[in-house]
């Protein structure tokens, strides 16, 4: 797992090292130093003659890239440090200076910042220590345009988070250069996991520089081994009951594929059994394509409702809404008869439509952008689609709050957000982006959820880890069902079983 704390919570681990003396910038530079001699070996194998531009503001990032590249200069590269203020880390410069690395001020010369944007972008790696956990707001001033000239093109790591991201909630406030590595230390930031400053965070390296972070991260990212880790594996005790049955309310004549898109994903990722509910027609077609499904009502250990069911009662629902509702009492423990107590519900595109007021942690709200908008202004929050897209952890923290159910909101980073827990995902290729993809996720996560039913509802905190996991699974499966290229959803769902296979047979390797 990749944990990342809060600005705060590092600025207090760092305290009392820095009070004891421990020269925590030296050790940072030294591993920022360290990593860039390896990206110059890798990408032009020799780092004599190569030339590095280090962007520092006032901050202490700034010392840290400075200090960087004075290493870099005593090996044999060209630094040229471009200074944006007035302000700089005194001890790093000298330092840089004394190692042969030259200077352009840009607060002396702001007529220049275009030419210097353009000799910069020719060089071999930037250093991006313009501003780190210290920001407030967008970049500004210096920093700002001198970003704004550069643009796309040189190779940028940088230094502890890439300047002018929201550290602490992943916003991008104004212009921000992309790295194609991030260097952080201490301990990732919560910005460097969250949507969409993690889109320009490129490979995070993590170092270690002596802090100890005791309280719970605020944001996690679970790896395929912590997925692993926890996966039930069935034994010879076993049957299809302990497995976990799957209830899944899902697709409508006009929509059935979403049925059979869920169905398939349930029954591939290995659910006791998976009962579909819904109007004949469709459940003849679910059948056609996954014999194993049975439609007979009966005890269920999670219900997955809602992918292929339209938002509003009519016609054209087929009476999928009241079975949902039906569902949904069930997972709440209001109806004996088709649960036994309260199980886990996954809540996806139209069973959003009429989840209650108040749900508890176990319920499992799966929107994407414009659906979670949509149940946020039930709520009477004043969004829009764009607003959530800008700002997916506060919006899916809002959520949360109003509702109490955990909720996954989908997208190339999925955000889930659970009782004081808060997990960020980045496992699929972009190739995932199609129709259907968010049916197979919702069967996926019933079938996980079936498998840890009573514990999910006991653990307040566990709905979020599961469906993280399964954001995990969905985007290995896709990795799998054709890496590098096009992938359809019901391959996707085809691909679980040799991805399941793969993560146990990593246990322990
Ligand atoms: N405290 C320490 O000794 C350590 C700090 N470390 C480094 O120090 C950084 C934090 O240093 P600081 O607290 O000095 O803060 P920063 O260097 O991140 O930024 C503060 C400076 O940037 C300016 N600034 C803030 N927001 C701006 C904006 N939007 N546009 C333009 N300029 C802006 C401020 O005027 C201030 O001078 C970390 O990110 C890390 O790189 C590391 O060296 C590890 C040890
Ligand atoms: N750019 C992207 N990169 C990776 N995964 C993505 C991207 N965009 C969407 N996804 C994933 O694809 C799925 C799409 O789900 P959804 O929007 O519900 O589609 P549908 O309703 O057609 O099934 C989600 O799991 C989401 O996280
Ligand atoms: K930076």
């Known amino acids: 797992m990749i944990s990342a704390w809060s600005v705060a919570d590092v600025r207090a681990a760092e305290e009392p090292l820095l009070a004891a003396g421990v020269p925590l910038m030296d050790r940072a530079a030294f591993a920022l130093a360290t990593q860039v001699l390896a990206d110059l070996r890798a990408r032009r194998r020799s780092v004599r003659g190569s030339r590095v531009s280090v962007l520092a503001g006032a901050g202490n990032n700034g010392g840290d890239a400075l200090f960087a590249g004075a290493v870099l200069a005593r090996r044999g590269v060209a630094v040229r440090a471009v200074l944006t203020s007035d302000r700089v880390h005194d001890g790093g410069l000298a330092a840089l200076r004394a190692a042969g ?244 519900a996954v809540v996806d595109a139209g069973g959003l439509s009429f989840v209650a007021e108040s749900c508890p942690p176990w319920f499992v709200l799966t929107p994407h952008a414009g659906e979670l908008r949509t149940v946020l202004r039930r709520h009477g929050e004043d969004v829009h689609r764009a607003d959530v897209e800008a700002a997916p952890l506060t919006w899916a923290r809002r959520a949360h709050e109003l509702t109490g159910a955990t909720i996954l909101l989908k997208g190339a980073v999925t955000v889930v957000v659970g009782d004081g827990v808060t997990y960020a995902q980045a496992d699929a290729p972009a190739w995932l982006s199609t129709a259907g993809a968010g049916d197979v996720l919702a069967g996926i996560l019933g079938t996980m959820l079936a498998g840890r039913s009573a514990e999910v509802v006991e653990d307040p905190a566990l709905a979020a880890e599961v469906a993280a996991g399964a954001a995990v699974v969905h985007g290995l499966a896709a990795e799998r069902a054709d890496p590098g290229g096009p992938v359809a959803a019901l391959d996707v769902a085809e691909a679980v079983p040799g991805t399941v296979a793969e993560l146990l047979a990593s246990r322990g390797a």
Request: net charge negative; aromatic share 2%.
């Open 101 to 344: 690395g030259r200077v352009v001020d840009l607060a002396a010369a702001p007529e220049r910042v275009r030419d210097v944007a353009a000799e910069v972008s020719r060089d071999d790696v930037v250093l991006d220590g313009l501003v780190g956990i210290g920001a407030s707001g967008a970049l500004r001033g210096r920093a700002a345009e001198l970003v704004t000239a550069l643009g796309e093109g040189p190779w940028v790591v940088a230094v502890d988070t890439p300047s002018g991201i929201g550290v602490d909630d992943g916003t991008v406030p104004g212009p921000v250069l992309a790295a194609d590595r991030t260097v952080t230390f201490g301990a990732a930031k919560p910005g460097l996991l969250l949507p969409p400053a993690a889109h320009l965070v490129g490979d995070l390296t993590v170092v270690d520089i002596g802090l100890t972070l005791t309280g719970p991260p605020a944001v996690r990212r679970l790896e395929p081994s912590d997925v692993a880790g926890t996966w039930p594996v069935p034994g010879a005790e076993d049957h299809k009951y302990t497995r976990g049955v799957v209830g899944l309310v899902a697709g409508t004549a006009t929509f059935p594929g979403a049925a059979v898109l869920a169905a398939s994903a349930a029954v591939r990722t290995g659910a006791g059994m998976v009962r579909y509910r819904g109007p004949d027609a469709v459940a003849r077609t679910v059948l056609a394509a996954r014999p194993e499904v049975v439609t007979a009502p009966g005890r269920v250990q999670s219900w997955v409702i809602g992918p292929g069911v339209p938002p509003t009662a009519d016609d054209a629902d087929d009476g999928q809404l009241d079975r949902g509702r039906a569902g949904l009492a069930a997972a709440r423990g209001e109806l004996a008869g088709l649960s036994r107590g309260p199980v886990p």
